[in-house]
């Protein structure tokens, strides 16, 4: 079984619809985003960006950082874009996330 912890992930976190916005990438999903919300330091306690408003599940850290290298130099009009796409109210999606596990996968 893949451990929580094991969860990469591109992600935004936003601090209000339409707000500043943050792009990150991790091998630790469950722990990073926590430790936005709890504003533990850096950029995301500056600007107060502790809503998750959008993120993406990837196999492999190579292309998670891959995919995070090339959101951060998109325009904000396409980030903006990307999280409408699926999130159009910019709602806080910690808890729905929070409230699913992965499944293991097969290896």
């Avoid at 926590?34 to 850290?61: A, C, I, N, P």
Wanted: without cysteine; charged residues 30%; proline residues 5%.
């Amino acid at each position: 079984m893949v451990p929580r912890e094991a969860w990469i992930a591109v992600y935004m976190m936003a601090d209000r619809y339409r707000g500043t916005l943050y792009t990150g990438v991790t091998a630790r999903f469950w722990t990073r985003i926590t430790e936005h919300r709890e504003l533990q330091s850096g950029f995301t306690k500056r600007y107060g960006l502790t809503r998750l408003v959008w993120y993406e599940e990837h196999d492999l850290m190579t292309g998670a950082i891959q995919r995070e290298t090339s959101l951060k130099r998109w325009p904000r009009q396409w980030k903006i874009n990307l999280i409408e796409r699926d999130n159009p109210r910019w709602e806080d999606l910690y808890a729905s996330v929070f409230e699913w596990t992965p499944v293991p996968r097969q290896i």
